[in-house]
């Protein structure tokens, strides 16, 4: 099975997962990020890189909160406009995002839309560097158990994640209904570290 077939057949499967039970398996996952967070020095700042959930992707909007709460920078993905990706080598920049400003930020409202430098208030959103984050959530449509990762497609992650430092933790999430036999690999792709999924 190709990537194309493979990323369709898991994404329905995925779909199929009833919401509530979606919301619980989501739940447990964000618990198990916040754990975590109790491994780290308090006194430290740290930054932690999340995504806003798609359809029935994982929701770690809880978590991005309980980080939030304890005093950690939270940025969210904000994909560029052809000219800016060209100007900098990547599909996506990290902009942080206050608690209160969660549902002002068009790049959250808009996941997939790209947007040009003139289009955020970059005051009120200001663009996170890839190698200060301690901490960056993945998403993803499939994985296996050699950690593969089976993306959407764009290769915006791809692109980014090899920017951080080594000291980051790089965790995707899923659900185990995403899981499968074999993700199939070209060699710009990544295997994940650390996948956290229920």
């Known amino acids: 099975m190709d990537k194309a077939e493979l990323r369709r057949v898991v994404i329905a499967r995925r779909d199929a997962i009833e919401l509530n039970v979606r919301a619980s398996k989501s ?3 964000c618990a198990r990020l916040v754990e975590l967070l109790g491994h780290s020095d308090p006194a430290t700042p740290h930054t932690v890189a999340v995504y806003a959930a798609m359809g029935s ?3 770690p909007a809880a978590f991005a909160t309980e980080a939030a709460g304890r005093g950690w ?3 969210y993905p904000c994909m560029l406009s052809a000219s ?3 100007a900098c080598g990547q599909r996506i920049c990290m902009r942080a995002v206050a608690v209160g400003d969660v549902d002002a930020a068009p790049f959250i409202a808009h996941p997939t839309r790209a947007f040009t430098a003139a289009d955020v208030d970059s005051t009120r959103f200001p663009i ?3 190698d200060t984050l301690n901490m960056i959530i993945v998403p993803l ?6 950690g593969a ?7 915006c992650y791809d692109r980014y994640l090899p920017t951080v430092s080594a000291s980051c933790q790089i965790i995707g999430i899923a659900f185990d ?10 060699a710009h792709d990544l295997p994940l570290p650390n996948i956290i999924n229920t």
């Open 128 to 130: 996170v560097a890839a």
């Open 149 to 155: 990762r089976l993306g959407y497609g764009g290769g």
């Open 73 to 75: 920078q939270v940025p």
């Open 57 to 59: 992707e994982v929701d």
């Open 177 to 186: 209904e995403q899981r499968v036999d074999h993700v199939p690999a070209d």
């Open 141 to 146: 449509a499939a994985f296996d158990r050699a």
């Open 84 to 86: 800016d990706a060209a």
């Open 27 to 29: 739940a447990a996952i």
